[in-house]
């Protein structure tokens, strides 16, 4: 089924507007939509939570909603678009005034690849453990580093300064140094007490590092190397079923 922006984008509805979906480290903030003129193509949205600023950088933006597919499959959408103008007092229908802001949108509403763009955290219910290689040695996660966040671009870990009251070698990483990995997924089977176990290799590659992300820990930011399509299909299920986890979870509060 194609969906036209005035089926997907109604006033009232919650938004997600992801800028750079496409990146290693897309950024996405919470809006509510006001209103919308297909004859324009522009949508009004709420003032983003956390806020964005007019000498905000980016390159591409995507307004995103969760919406049942014909399937009544909670899937998400999106549609590609600008912010071409910042209005301090727009007029609400109950004449309250709230901060807002223009985007012109263009192209067609499409199923946002959200498995591929968004880094999600692993939970107790779907854990991820991995194994990392380099310059010939070996880390474990739990031991030597911690799993921050995946997704099939990439992963971030976070790696403590010291073990055992020693410096960690994983601290002297850099940009561009390479290595392999494998990962270990469990996700809840279709027996109660036979969860379901995969495991998938691929090499990465040292993207980002935040050497000050807390006064414990420095964060690296690995991007993966192209997937066996078997491996890249494993991992995005797993993904996608925790996504859907994640918002059934948050549904409940």
Request: aromatic fraction near 10%.
């Amino acid at each position: 089924m194609t969906y036209t922006p005035e089926k997907i984008f109604v006033p009232g509805k919650p938004i997600e507007i992801v800028f750079n979906i496409d990146s290693l480290s897309p950024v996405s903030r919470n809006s509510i939509i006001f209103d919308l003129n297909p004859k324009k193509k522009e949508i009004i949205v709420s003032q983003t939570t956390p806020n964005t600023g007019k000498f905000y950088s980016y390159e591409t933006l995507h307004i995103t909603t969760l919406k049942n597919n014909e399937l009544n499959q909670r899937t998400r959408f999106g549609i590609k678009g600008s912010i071409t103008g910042f209005i301090d007092n727009y007029k609400l229908n109950n004449q309250t005034t709230e901060p807002a802001l223009k985007i012109t949108y263009s192209g067609k509403v499409s199923e946002a690849n959200i498995r591929s763009a968004f880094r999600i955290k692993p939970n107790n219910v779907y854990s991820v453990m991995a194994k990392i290689i380099l310059k010939n040695k070996d880390y474990i996660s739990g031991k030597n580093f911690r799993i921050y966040d995946i997704s099939l671009t990439g992963m971030g870990i976070l790696i403590p300064n010291s073990l055992d009251r020693r410096k960690n070698p994983l601290i002297e990483l850099e940009l561009n140094d390479l290595g392999k990995i494998g990962i270990v997924m469990k996700s809840p089977g279709t027996e109660k007490d036979l969860p379901e176990i995969k495991k998938i290799f691929n090499r990465i590659k040292t993207v980002r590092i935040n050497r000050k992300f807390n006064e414990r820990y420095i964060l690296i930011g690995f991007k993966f190397g192209h997937w066996e399509r078997s491996h890249e299909e494993i991992l995005g299920k797993f993904i996608h079923q925790l996504q859907l986890f994640e918002i059934r979870h948050h549904q409940n509060y």
